[in-house]
């Protein structure tokens, strides 16, 4: 068996169609849905002030994440996997806007979620980008309703007026779905 062998090349992305937007839809789409670039987020997790003051003890950062770089494309679902404690959550609710990054930008459809600090000005990307938490037991409250926990969202995105018109949206949901009310 040789002692040194030949360097083997990185692998190579095979080449991926840009996605159509519908089957009528003969307009490729090649812009992403969301891009993030250069995103990073850091924590102070330094002692509190007096502390550090009277102390002298310095000033700690965790840098969580730093440089992630995605793109999604348009009707495709994104899956984030990595083993524990590698960034995975703190990118996840970056890009959805429960943290603020540290650096880099978040894009959707091509609009820097940065610059939407109005609530109303980040309702289509919250209606569109959500997250889906492993773990039901902590995401469901078992005291609510198959009615109210699909209604929830209905009701925080004012997707529909009435009391009747909720239960009506979710009639329509679970039949969609195959699970008839």
Known sequence: MPDHLPPVP???APAVPPHRHGPDDAELIT????E???LAKYFDVSKPFLNRVFEGAPRRIL?????VDIKIPRGETFSLVGESGCGKSTVARTIVGLYRPSRGTVMFEGTDLATLTRRSARMPFHRRVQMIFQDPFASLNPRW????????????????????????RVAQLLTHVKLAP
């Open 10 to 12: 990185p692998p190579t």
């Open 31 to 34: 812009d992403p849905l969301v």
């Open 36 to 38: 993030v670039q250069g």
């Open 63 to 67: 840098r969580a994440v730093d440089g």
């Open 145 to 168: 309703r198959v009615l109210d926990i699909i209604a929830e969202p209905i009701r925080a995105h004012r997707l529909a007026g009435s009391a009747a018109e909720v239960r009506e």
